[in-house]
């Protein structure tokens, strides 16, 4: 499996298939879940946390990190996934309607070459 060659709803199967193996079903209410995300968001802050952004840059270039934040961004996509799953919402549809809001509320020409967050709309 690539990004190249994978959909997002393959990858929502194989989410779907590997909790129900397990039965799991019952621990995976939107509420756990979201909590669960949040856990592997901070693990997957935690190797970004005391280095600066350079160093954080360079970090693709060191293979044993970057397959440990690889494996934290799993975590983190996975968990995403049975949220989706678990509330039935088409990820696609709402990462496209997300960012017709952003290019409204952070037009390129206004923010081009600034941070996202310069000032309160």
Not at 15 to 30: G, I, K, L, S
Not at 106 to 116: I, L
Request: aromatic share 6%; glycine share 4%.
């Amino acid at each position: 499996m690539s990004d190249a060659h994978t959909t997002i709803n393959q990858l929502r199967k194989l989410v779907a298939r590997f909790v129900d193996e397990r039965e799991w079903q019952q621990f995976h209410a939107p509420k756990n879940i979201s909590m669960a995300l949040a856990v592997e968001a901070a693990e997957l802050m935690e190797h970004f946390q005391w280095v600066d952004v350079e160093a954080s840059r360079q970090l693709a270039e060191d293979p044993d990190r970057l397959a440990a934040v690889g494996e934290e961004l799993a975590d983190v996509v996975s968990y995403s996934l049975a949220l989706a799953n678990a509330l039935d919402i088409d990820v696609a549809a709402a990462v496209r309607a997300k960012m017709e809001k952003n290019a409204i509320k952070y037009p390129a020409e206004e923010f081009r070459g600034r941070g996202g967050c310069v000032d309160e709309r």
